[in-house]
Antibody, heavy 123, light 110 residues
Framework: EVQLVQSGAEVKKPGESLRISCKGSGYSFTSYWISWVRQMPGKGLEWMGRIDPSDSYTNYSPSFQGHVTISADKSISTAYLQWSSLKASDTAMYYC????????????????WGQGTLVTVSS | QSALTQPASVSGSPGQSITISCTGTSSDVGGYNYVSWYQQHPGKAPKLMIYDVSNRPSGVSNRFSGSKSGNTASLTISGLQAEDEADYYCSSYTSSSTLVFGTGTKVTVL
């Protein structure tokens, strides 16, 4: 069974750093890209960026480029989303999602999603 | 990179059909047949309903269908049921090799 299991909720103060995780299981982790999606309270979905776990190549939305870092450790089938200095406006639910790939080609949709990680940034 | 435009809300009675629009530009929706639709119930992760404009994943009811004309994609739910009440988001591949979501539509079953 394919699963994406995310790390638990976090409460942080502005200026602190944070890394949240997304562990894939039930499939070949390096064969599918992982994306991160933000959902601010009461708002819509926003695509943040993606990583190819096979070579750690990343691609970011212009809205998030330079504000977050996406990485992966293929040895433990885990992708990460990290911030070096959190802001109150980073308060949101963050989802990881698997981008469907087959025969070496990755398509523009997500077939599996993590359960979400709620990040709260407050002084 | 602006979000794709969706109506904020759409409603219908049980058994009726409703259609949700998703308007972009020639750099996203109009330029590629890579539009997908997601259903999200409160407090839950999104679920894929339609991919590549009109394809349904296995396990998704055939009451859900997708189409596209020019820069606007559409999701139609026929035979509306109470369980269809949720938020729906479209998504498209873009000319910048990124993805963009729509603004989201709340579907209410009257």
């Amino acid at each position: 069974e394919v699963q994406l299991v995310q790390s638990g909720a976090e409460v942080k103060k502005p200026g602190e750093s944070l890394r949240i995780s997304c562990k894939g299981s039930g499939y070949s982790f390096t064969s599918y890209w992982i994306s991160w999606v933000r959902q601010m309270p009461g708002k819509g979905l926003e695509w943040m960026g993606r990583i190819d776990p096979s070579d750690s190549y990343t691609n970011y939305s212009p809205s998030f480029q330079g504000h977050v870092t996406i990485s992966a450790d293929k040895s433990i089938s885990t992708a990460y989303l990290q911030w070096s200095s959190l802001k109150a406006s980073d308060t949101a639910m963050y989802y990881c999602a698997r981008r469907y790939c087959t025969n070496g080609v990755c398509y523009a949709f997500f077939d599996y999603w993590g359960q979400g990680t709620l990040v709260t940034v407050s002084s | 990179q602006s979000a794709l435009t969706q109506p904020a809300s759409v409603s219908g009675s049980p058994g009726q059909s409703i259609t949700i629009s998703c308007t972009g530009t020639s750099s996203d929706v109009g330029g590629y047949n890579y539009v997908s639709w997601y259903q999200q119930h409160p407090g839950k992760a999104p679920k894929l309903m339609i991919y590549d404009v009109s394809n349904r994943p296995s396990g998704v009811s055939n009451r859900f269908s997708g189409s596209k004309s020019g820069n606007t994609a559409s999701l139609t739910i026929s035979g509306l049921q109470a369980e269809d009440e949720a938020d729906y988001y479209c998504s498209s591949y873009t000319s910048s090799s990124t993805l963009v979501f729509g603004t989201g539509t709340k579907v209410t079953v009257l």
